[in-house]
């Protein structure tokens, strides 16, 4: 019996599906056959017009005010009742923090298996996933059924297709609940410093905090510089691990850098269009968390620096400091 596919989205603050949920949706419709659509929101049904036309058989929703925020509870029980009502066999979601959180769990009520940061999706069907700290790649299959994948940004163009006027088909979830929501607290805008939608990613090394041409550090003037680029361009900060743990050795370090920011063999792996290293040396830890970086650039005074033995598109052996200043400027003529 071929599988049929439930693709699950939650809609955002505005009521809209993101852009990682149309990129699992194409990865849905990629598996062919029959599928079917599940939100979930406080309310669902502007997210399902936008989608009307993607091919779905039914479009199912669980809306109210319980289900506009984040919750375990209400996630989990909202999830649940939409599998149970689709019967579908392969679920496929976006790999948000908010399904992130609660979908080990649904997997353990419905007897699923799980698969997260699921890279590829091929028919079969087959997944791809990175181990080992992102260096070796696995495609799997799996008997069990059903079978939760939680898929990666970049894993498909994000679909696009006409809007509609969709029927959706509500389902009658209690939302039984011990906690509530009083308030969200989330940094200024300009405060900003990781933005997974960015079109760049600038990452800062340990380069940044040491003795300059004139023996001195310069800490101020490097974040002013980096913060500026980062205001100006719209990109998205990373840090090289060596840079974060600067802070546990009680040495002068970025106000704006956590180790949320790192990059690399222990940290994120993102997947920017482009990338600009500054700093860096280049090594092996830098590389793995650039193996999803389309265009890599980097910045460096040293020529043979490990950016410049094929890990780069681009090398620019300059000093950083004169050359963001430089691009600082440019970006501030451009301004509205």
Known sequence: ?????????????????????????????????????????????????????CGASRILGVAGEAFTESRYATDAAAVEALVKAARDTIIVAPHTSRFARCMAGVAQRIGARIDTHVTGI?????????????????????????????VESGIAPAWEGPAGSATIEPIAVEAAT????????????????????????????????????DGKAHIDDAARLIFGFLHGSDASL??????????????????????????????????????????????????????????????NLDANCGWARGKA??????DAFAVIERVNALLAERAP
């Open 1 to 53: 019996m071929a599988d049929t596919v439930l693709f699950l989205a939650h809609t955002e603050a505005d009521g809209t599906l993101g852009r990682l949920a149309l990129e699992a949706l194409a990865a849905a419709k990629s598996l062919g056959g029959t599928f079917v659509v599940g939100l979930i929101g406080g309310e669902v049904q502007s997210a399902a017009d936008s989608i009307a036309n």
């Open 122 to 150: 091929a028919s079969g069907p087959q997944i791809s996933r990175w181990y080992y700290r992102q260096r070796m790649e696995a495609v799997l299959e799996r008997k069990q059924r059903p079978w939760i994948i939680l």
């Open 178 to 213: 011990r906690t509530s929501v009083i308030g969200r607290q989330s940094p200024q805008a300009e405060q900003q410093t990781i933005r997974p939608d960015a079109k760049l990613l600038f990452v800062a090394g340990a380069g940044w905090t040491r003795k300059q041409a």
């Open 238 to 299: 990373g840090s090289s691990k060596s840079l974060v743990d600067l802070s546990g050795e009680g040495q002068a370090v970025l106000p704006f850098l956590s180790h949320m920011n790192q990059v690399g063999q222990t940290g994120a792996t993102p997947r920017h269009p482009k990338g600009l290293a500054t700093c860096c040396h280049g090594e092996e830890p830098h590389v793995v968390g650039w193996r999803f970086i389309r265009e890599r650039r980097a910045v």
């Open 313 to 318: 598109d681009v090398v620019y052996v300059a």
